[in-house]
C-alpha cells in the first residue's frame, strides 16, 4: 500500500508565500515523477509542476517564474515553493507520484488527498 500526504496549505494574502510539502510511504521501489496539480471549484484538475527523478521540471505556464518544486529523494518527498501568489491560485494542491512498488511493477500513478491553498485578503 502507498500513501501520499501533503501538508502546509492555509490561507495567505496576495503576494504572499506559501510551501507546502508531500511525503510518500508505504511499500514504494522507486519513484519516476513526484509533482503537484490542481483544481479549482468548477474547474479541471490541472498540472502545476512536476519533477523527474534525475531533476528535470515542467511547469504550468501560469506558475513558471513563482513557483519552485523541489525533491529530497532520501524522504521520497516533494516540495513546492509558491511566491506572489495570486487569488486564482487558490485551488486544492493534489501531491501526484508515479512509482513502482516493487522492482518488476509497472507504473503505478498515486494520489494524495490534496490541500487547500486559498488566497485572499
Known amino acids: 500500500q502507498v500513501q501520499l500526504v501533503e501538508s502546509g496549505g492555509g490561507l495567505v494574502q496576495p503576494g504572499g508565500s506559501l510551501r507546502i510539502s508531500c511525503v510518500a510511504s508505504?511499500?514504494?521501489?522507486?519513484?519516476?515523477?513526484m509533482g503537484w496539480y490542481r483544481q479549482a471549484p468548477g474547474k479541471q484538475r490541472e498540472l502545476v509542476a512536476l519533477?523527474?527523478?534525475?531533476?528535470?521540471?515542467t511547469y504550468a505556464e501560469s506558475v513558471k517564474e513563482r513557483f519552485t518544486i523541489s525533491r529530497d529523494n532520501t524522504k521520497n518527498s516533494v516540495y513546492l515553493q509558491m511566491r506572489s501568489l495570486k487569488p486564482e491560485d487558490t485551488a486544492v494542491y493534489y501531491c501526484n507520484a508515479r512509482l513502482r512498488r516493487t522492482v518488476v511493477s509497472d507504473l503505478g500513478n498515486y494520489w494524495g488527498q490534496g490541500t487547500q491553498v486559498t488566497v485572499s485578503s
Open positions: 508505504g511499500s514504494i521501489f522507486s519513484i519516476n515523477t
Open positions: 519533477m523527474g527523478s534525475g531533476g528535470g521540471t
